[in-house]
């Protein structure tokens, strides 16, 4: 499993339906249930959203967005899916990871 | 405590020094050690990176993101801060919250 950083983008403020709200938490409750959500929320700066999801592949994560009715509304015109390579203590912060290594400088 | 979501952005591919890297584990150590680490990692497109901090203030987030080695060296030549309003069960996904309400349409 892997984690995808999804940004939702483009928010069409004061224009948010009671109805549409209450379909898109579902959604989120849907994901939470199924422990592909990881966290989410809207930034402060109330423009864009965040959140991360726990998927097998990118094109799994694209297609959880696309069914959020957030974004099949239209509410956030747009939106990115980045694929995270998370660092921890558990694989040593990386140092041995392909993408590390391709962008070390020869020494 | 609010989580702040970290974009590290433009970064220099190929001119990254095992000294430096080595500097910027020791950082995320040192937040993974005092709880101020809630995820982190480098982005699969190898342009960017993404951290979530756990801090009081967004002024502490952006102090804890300048005294990064990888933002010191312009390893990463920029990077954005945001406020999370985290959702989740517990707040009852923000139904209440004033930025939601302040986005809903009278209907």
Redo the contacts between chains.
């Keep these: 499993m892997q984690?995808f950083?999804i940004l939702l983008k483009d928010?069409s403020?004061?224009?948010?339906?009671?109805d549409l709200?209450k379909q898109h938490?579902e959604h989120?409750?849907e994901l939470?249930n199924t422990s592909k959500l990881?966290?989410?929320?809207?930034?402060?700066?109330?423009e864009?959203a965040?959140q991360?999801l726990i998927c097998v592949t990118k094109d799994e994560a694209q297609k959880l967005v696309e069914s959020d009715p957030f974004i099949k509304k239209r509410y956030y015109a747009s939106y990115e899916v980045?694929?995270?390579?998370?660092?921890?203590?558990e694989n040593n912060?990386?140092?041995e990871d392909p993408?590390?290594k391709?962008?070390?400088?020869n020494?």
């Design positions: 984690k950083l928010k403020k004061g224009e948010l339906t009671h709200l938490v989120l409750q939470s990881f966290i989410c929320g809207p930034l402060k700066d109330n864009k965040m991360i980045h694929e995270i390579i998370e660092a921890n203590e912060w990386l140092f993408q590390t391709s962008n070390l400088l020494q």
